[in-house]
């Protein structure tokens, strides 16, 4: 029989309330009198820019072309309704910034369109992106679509454990088995993405393999065989016993209360909850684990029912200036893909005894400096971790694993009953906002 997942229903269902009841919004922008050009519509993670820079873009969009530009600006907190809403051709916003594996996979299903080079008198400030990043872009490259065609990565980072040091040992936490220690039942959290819960488990699961040189970091995430999908949602069961909650973003906060010890975490909520929990005198430290991890990016990309591509590409060319992007990592604590010496400059912190190289980041000469070694990894970091892929064609088959290993799901029956019930109600709004608009067509009519 087959197992729903509670959560992905639900979500599913708030999805189609939410179309419904913001429709109106932006069908009265698409009826509006004001021209498409002249609008920029950007759909963004929250907090993850500064919110100032929306108002001076347009100053600066003036004086590069002559044109007047407004920006819509939206926030989402789940990848899968930005990328249900721009799969399903919902909305045509112009820009939007997902992470790299739903990159991927919009490239995959073609729903990106590549944004233009061609900035005029303007300087070209793309050019300013890390290499290392830009290299890595090629992973996502698909048939004739060259991915540093579509996509202009923005921020990076790792992803590791943030641990109470007074509490657990930094021995203990050079390895992922911290999170599977009976000893820290009930004192873990964990990520609530099957994508982030399968790449660690996996390397867990295959840490012999890795030390032994039989499989690499990149393989035992990527491959997603039948058989590495069962041993995952094996070792999925076996964390759930250990784990105190599934969160998206509240356990950095957790973390600064101390009362729980270990969390899976991205580097840049690491930064944060470490300079928080300091100033109440909880002690947190951030680790990637010996047997490896993953180094992601967030990318800005344009969809391919924008509407306005010119735009776009000037905000992305505006955003890749370095007073821009230190303005942005002052805002989000994630680390930019731009990597300038005015960037550099801004790291450095004389007051740091350990060095770290940076070298494959920043360039040649860059091999001992004094920067947050968690915003900026050390190369022999680095050279344990990679870049992981979507799971693509094996999606519905992770997620059906994934809904097993947590044991969320919920007798069929009932499940659609739940969702009937929303269905039913969206298109009862949906009903009652057509007579509400049909009547006023009327009465309009009746004036004239």
């Not at 959560?7 to 009826?31: D, P, Y």
């Not at 609008?39 to 907090?47: C, Q, R, V």
């Not at 009862?428 to 057509?434: A, E, F, M, N, T």
Request: glycine content about 4%.
């Amino acid at each position: 029989m087959q197992r729903f997942n509670l959560h992905t229903i639900l979500r599913t269902a708030l999805f189609v309330l939410v179309l419904a009841s913001t429709g109106l919004f932006f069908n009265s922008c698409k009826e509006s009198k004001e021209s498409r050009s002249k609008i920029l519509k950007i759909y963004n993670w929250a907090d993850y820019i500064d919110e100032d820079l929306l108002t001076e873009f347009p100053v600066w969009y003036k004086e590069q072309t002559g044109e007047d530009i407004k920006i819509v600006y939206q926030i989402f907190d789940m990848t899968e309704v930005m990328y249900t809403k721009i799969a399903l051709g919902e909305e045509d916003f112009d820009l939007v910034c997902p992470t790299q594996a739903i990159i991927e996979r919009m490239m995959y299903n073609h729903l990106l369109i590549p944004f233009d080079r061609n900035f005029g008198s303007t300087p070209n400030y793309l050019s300013n992106i890390s290499p290392f990043i830009r290299e890595r872009l090629d992973a996502f490259s698909k048939e004739s679509m060259k991915a540093e065609d579509y996509v202009v990565p923005y921020m990076w980072g790792t992803s590791g454990v943030l641990y109470n040091t007074k509490l657990v040992s930094a021995e203990e936490v050079s390895s992922w088995n911290c999170l599977w220690n009976p000893k820290n039942k009930g004192k873990v959290l964990m990520k609530d993405s099957y994508w982030d819960a399968y790449n660690v488990a996996s390397i867990f699961a295959y840490a012999n393999d890795i030390a032994s040189g039989k499989r690499s970091v990149y393989s035992v995430a990527n491959d997603h065989t039948p058989e590495d999908i069962a041993l995952v949602e094996e070792y999925l069961k076996r964390l759930k016993t250990n784990v105190a909650g599934w969160e998206a973003d509240f356990g950095k906060e957790m973390m600064t209360k101390g009362e729980i010890w270990l969390s899976y975490a991205w580097s840049g909520d690491a930064v944060w909850a470490i300079e928080e929990a300091a100033s109440v005198d909880v002690s947190l430290d951030y680790i990637v684990p010996d047997e490896g991890s993953n180094i992601w990016f967030d990318g800005w990309v344009i969809p391919k029912y924008a509407g306005n591509v010119k735009a776009a590409s000037y905000f992305l060319n505006y955003l890749c200036q370095s007073e821009v992007a230190l303005r942005n990592m002052d805002i989000s604590g994630y680390s930019s893909a731009v990597a300038t010496p005015e960037i550099l400059d801004e790291q450095l912190d004389s007051t740091l005894t350990e060095t770290v190289n940076l070298s494959y980041f920043f360039g040649p000469g860059n091999d001992s400096l004094q920067v947050n070694p968690i915003q900026y990894p050390d190369s022999s970091i680095v050279a344990r971790c990679a870049i992981f892929n979507d799971f693509l064609d094996k999606n519905d088959t992770v997620l059906e694993m994934w809904s097993r290993a947590k044991g969320d799901s919920l007798n069929q029956g009932m499940a659609i009953m739940i969702f009937a019930f929303f269905f039913l109600l969206a298109v009862y709004l949906i009903y009652k906002r057509v007579l509400r608009y049909q009547s006023k067509k009327r009465r309009l009519g009746k004036k004239k």
